[in-house]
């Protein structure tokens, strides 16, 4: 990682800041305890909002994904040139595989990593061809609409003085539809109309979501995130309802009298640990819902039986 050149800019929107890097495996336990260090540092940082940190997901996706929200450009660059920033990155250098690729995004939800798949494109332009790449864009983006599973992309230009490179984000509602655009005869021919006014291309894949509690059968495609979420409540409302009554009041709240803000946060931290446990059994039992995006009957059956369990937890935690 290293700081970009100073660069002035009068954007005032939000904007996100998304790295992407790779970590030798052997130190990924000491990367994640530094990107923690990291947070309590940016926390104070002007311009600050937020932050995100989506682990490697192999074989999918092999690189970390930070993504970092400030409150304008201005704000983000600062810190990106930041001898404070600069210091952090020097501490882990030796822990990083080649090149970070960090892009700076308007903050909308095209900035954000979606669910369950995306894939940030990085393409060099060769000088004096920016119109050019423009109408190549316009003619991909035709094709690449109709692909199953296409749900949106966003086209960046280059951000002086952080990246030269056009970057493009692409989401698919799974990876294996993903894949199978990235590989497809339409996309390969294009690609190659585009090599005399381009750079090499780098590809860099991000899952995200609750990807990692809903098991993947080999040759299914993703559940949709609407069944995902609806199968989280089905777990997450007994667990914590349960979790509550067992440990929070009687042991957080009277036993050890913590206030209400400290015995909430290990409240959910104990469900988050509870949920990664329980939610990949759930996913295997409703499998045959879960999978079963094009049976019209099994939509219909997992709805009513997920909303049945939805009104029998209503009504048994009711009479507790």
Request: hydrophobic share 45%; no cysteine.
């Amino acid at each position: 990682m290293v700081a970009p050149p100073p660069v002035h800019a009068a954007n005032v929107s939000p904007v996100a800041i998304v790295t992407q890097t790779r970590v030798l495996t052997e130190h990924a336990a000491a990367f994640a305890q530094w990107q923690q260090h990291v947070n309590d540092v940016i926390a104070s940082a002007p311009g600050y909002i937020s932050g995100e940190l989506i682990p490697p997901s192999p074989p999918v996706q092999l690189d970390w994904v930070i993504v970092q929200r400030f409150a304008s450009r201005d704000t983000a660059r600062d810190w990106l040139e930041s001898a404070t920033r600069s210091a952090l990155i020097e501490q882990v250098q030796p822990w990083l595989v080649g090149n970070d690729d960090v892009h700076v995004f308007e903050e909308d939800e095209s900035a954000r990593a979606p669910v369950p798949v995306s894939t940030v494109i990085s393409t060099p332009v060769l000088p004096g061809n920016e119109e050019r790449y423009r109408a190549w864009q316009q003619r991909i983006s035709t094709v690449q609409t109709r692909a199953p599973g296409f749900q949106g992309y966003k086209l960046q230009p280059p951000s002086p003085g952080i990246t030269d490179d056009w970057v493009t984000i692409l989401r698919f509602d799974s990876q294996a539809n993903l894949d199978a655009w990235l590989s497809s005869p339409e996309r390969m021919r294009l690609i190659a109309e585009a090599e005399s006014f381009t750079g090499e291309t780098r590809i860099r894949t991000v899952k995200t979501g609750f990807d990692s509690w809903f098991p993947a059968t080999p040759g299914a495609t993703s559940p949709p995130g609407w069944k995902q979420n609806m199968t989280v409540l089905l777990v997450l409302y007994p667990v914590v309802f349960i979790f509550g009554r067992l440990f929070g009041e009687p042991v957080f709240t009277d036993l050890l009298d913590m206030p209400f803000w400290l015995s909430l946060f290990f409240s959910n931290a104990a469900s988050v640990v509870i949920l990664s446990i329980i939610v990949p059994k759930t996913s295997r039992a409703l499998r045959w819902w879960l999978v079963g995006d094009g049976d019209r009957r099994a939509n219909l059956a997992g709805i009513g039986l997920v909303t049945a369990l939805y009104a029998a937890f209503l009504v048994a935690f009711w009479l507790v």
